[in-house]
């Protein structure tokens, strides 16, 4: 006989009852854990997280399954003493959410059997959602969406749900979608008409409850196909985000819900565009604006510090400067909170580049260098910028 007689098995939608203490044991959270000897908590077990709920009014924050030594229910706050009788309350709506991961779990791994005789391999209940490894060779959303929806069909032809007590020899017997995991006796769900499982969870009554089952997601992972799916309560909650989103991406365009994307998709081409016609402008603006500062060059070179300018900005303009013969282009920015700096030379002017740009950028407490020709770099110290710059220029000066 085992300590803990589990209730669960038998009446999946109990949630209150009485029940003896048999035995109390510290655990290092400072809480204490409670085996009874009959419970309706479920524990974690099998993808399923443990019910919640309360012990003589006391929080019941999670239930282990101990195996033969019971069901521990740790227990935050006044724990009840041993021998005590004790009335358990287990949190309705956790319990009904996770009923109906599970049995849309059922319900949709069969679907899979059914269609392409692909088996699951694992489950998780997750935070807002649940995961299967399906082992199916080559997904489509299509395929996925036909299991779908054929597990949906299952789910609103409101089959009945049943659990079957069988010895192992009579369990050989029956189509079972999966080995059971344990010798012996077996727990085995029916779902009418449909499938067989042995599992010793908790399920619907009838497949109804689970509502709607529904992807989210998929992608393939070590050669499985993982779907991420929500059912019954979860399926609602994820329609109102889903639909929330859509709707706010719609609003942005000033258009109905589902043609949200194709705004979106129309705005991202001309987005390209611009850019690339900015790209274009930019080198125009480039060499006009290299023509005014080579007009104010010192012996062949342009010294310059700009404000908000980026790298890439700056780089063009070198580029345009250099394209005159002998000329050496020296060019700083405040770029937010970063100076950045771009040295360049023509290809008839001498001077390295490289070395100059580190050793500014060791005065900006940041790094650069690049070829003979060309570097760039920056740092943090914005305001050694200038000096940064001079500095280049007397070294520059020094080795002509
Ligand atoms: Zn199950």
């Known amino acids: 006989m085992p300590i803990t007689e589990r209730l669960y098995y038998s009446d999946s939608h109990l949630i209150e009852f009485d029940a003896r203490v048999v035995d109390l044991s510290d655990r290092v959270s400072g809480w204490t854990a409670v085996v009874l000897d009959r419970t309706a908590f479920y524990p974690t077990g099998g ?45 309705w709506s956790r319990r009904l959410d996770h009923m109906q991961q599970h049995t849309g779990q059922h319900i949709l791994s069969q679907a899979f059997i059914n269609l392409y005789n692909a088996p699951t391999r694992s489950f998780r209940v997750l935070e807002a959602s649940c995961e299967i490894d399906v082992d199916l060779g080559n997904p489509t959303t299509e395929i996925i969406e036909r299991a779908v929806e054929l597990a949906n069909n299952v789910v609103w032809e409101d089959r ?20 059971p995991s344990r010798d012996g006796d077996l727990r085995v769900i029916e779902i009418e008409g449909f499938d067989l499982t042995p599992c010793g969870g908790t399920h619907a009554y009838r497949t109804g409850e689970v509502g709607m089952i529904a992807v989210r997601t998929w992608e393939r992972a070590k050669g499985l196909t993982r779907l991420e799916f929500v059912a019954g309560t979860r399926a609602l909650a994820d329609y109102r985000r889903a639909n929330k989103s859509a709707r706010e991406v719609a609003a942005l365009f000033s258009t109905g819900r589902d043609d949200g994307p194709q705004y979106a998709a129309q705005m991202v081409e001309e987005h390209k565009e611009l ?12 060499e006009v604006e290299a023509e005014k500062l080579f007009a104010s060059a010192q012996d062949g070179v342009v010294l310059h510090v700009f404000a908000d300018r980026d790298a890439d900005s700056l780089k063009k303009l070198a580029h345009a400067l250099i394209a005159n013969p002998q000329t050496i282009a020296l060019l700083g920015s405040r770029d937010k909170d970063t100076a950045r700096l771009v040295f360049a030379r023509s290809a008839d002017a001498s001077g390295d580049m490289s070395m100059l740009m580190r050793e500014a950028c060791a005065l900006l407490e940041g790094r650069g260098g690049g070829r003979p020709d060309m570097a760039q770099g920056g740092g943090k110290n914005v305001e050694k910028l200038d000096s940064a710059l001079t500095h280049a220029l007397t070294l520059l000066a020094r080795a002509s």
């Open 47 to 91: 993808g399923q997280p443990s019910d919640t709920g309360t012990l003589n009014g006391a929080r019941v924050v999670e239930c282990i399954d101990d195996g033969d030594n019971g069901v521990l229910h740790v227990v935050q706050g006044a724990a009840p003493l041993r021998d005590a009788v004790v009335h358990g309350r287990v949190d």
């Open 275 to 286: 850019n690339r016609r900015i790209r274009v402008l930019e080198e125009v603006a480039a």
């Open 160 to 179: 009945a749900i049943t659990i079957r007590n069988v010895t192992s020899s009579e369990a050989a017997e029956l189509p079972l979608r999966k080995e």
